[in-house]
């Protein structure tokens, strides 16, 4: 099986917006197949292609693993227009990438045959604020989300949030000791300088995306569990509604940065943080979420 990544384009919002699309090159499927569809949003600074290479390609494994096609979209200059309230290039211009996301969808469901309800959507950092976003404005369009080294803005906390209409499984990705996007909440900083406002919690985000998901027994805190059996040491999970249809797990890196923990690649700790070598993102994001709709 060859993994394709080609370079694409479509128009939204009066604009020409670019994305990655990476495949398997399966010529005996049909057009009309139920291909999921992943998503995976760069942080700020970032493209498709560099978020690729930071996350060591290890989201291209859903290819195989689950027959998926992953995109890697490109924000405006860099940046999305997601749940942060502060002057940004995509804020400023009034960038709909909301728009930008269920257009991107719709191209790849007619032309590529991904199936519009097995929509997975995965933010890093300022990813996760659009991820954030799609959340509370587009959920019936998510099937599932992932939210890396991102919390909740200030702005966007609702101590008792109302259930949401329709309840989208959520895993949350962060490390004790982020340098960026503090876990304990806080201003989100690139340690201290150009600040993007006070932030809750990584604890609290999870509460609250559980409340949304209608989620109201204790949550479950254990270590984390290789597939095999064998016990990560350096991640505990706490879970929401073990026994719901749309779960929240929030996996806790213990002295983790600011980082999509893989197995390929390890960007500048001193910059970053630590990573975590016994935690691969991808294959707890494939495990959790890809096969409920399988």
């Known amino acids: 099986m060859t993994v394709r990544a080609l370079p694409g384009a479509l128009e939204s919002g009066g604009r020409v917006r670019t994305y990655l699309r990476v495949c398997a090159d399966r010529p005996d499927r049909s057009k009309g197949s139920d291909r999921p569809l992943v998503v995976v949003f760069h942080g700020t600074g970032q493209t498709g292609r ?65 199936a519009r309800e097995r929509v997975h959507v995965i933010g890093f950092s300022l990813g996760g604020q659009l991820v954030m ?14 939210i890396i080294s991102s919390t909740l803005p200030a702005t966007y906390w609702i101590p008792t949030p109302p259930p949401a209409d329709t309840a989208v499984p ?72 073990t026994e719901g249809p749309a779960p929240v797990t929030l996996f806790t890196v213990h002295g983790g940065g600011h980082q999509i923990p893989n197995p390929a690649h390890t960007p500048t700790p001193w910059f970053w943080g630590r990573s975590c070598p016994d935690l691969v993102c991808a294959d707890l994001i494939a495990r959790h979420l890809l096969p409920a709709t399988r």
């Open 50 to 114: 560099s978020v690729r290479r930071f996350s060591g390609r290890s989201f291209d494994t859903f290819t195989a693993a689950a027959d998926a096609v992953v995109v890697y979209p490109d924000g405006y200059r860099r940046d999305w227009n997601g749940a942060r309230d502060i002057d940004t290039p995509a804020r400023r211009r009034g960038i709909d990438d909301v728009g930008f996301f269920t257009d991107l969808v719709e191209t790849m469901a007619t032309t590529y045959g991904t």
């Open 170 to 241: 959520v895993l949350l990705f962060h490390g004790t000791a982020d340098p960026l996007a503090p876990y304990d909440g806080g201003v989100v900083s690139v340690r201290g300088l150009f600040p993007r406002g006070p932030h809750r919690s990584a604890e609290e985000t999870a509460a609250y995306y559980a409340a949304r998901n209608g989620l109201t027994g204790p949550p479950v805190t254990e270590p984390l569990h290789h597939a095999d059996g064998t016990e990560v040491t350096t991640v505990t999970t706490t879970t929401y509604g």
């Open 133 to 146: 976003r799609l959340l509370r404005e587009v959920p019936r369009r998510l099937a599932g989300a992932a």
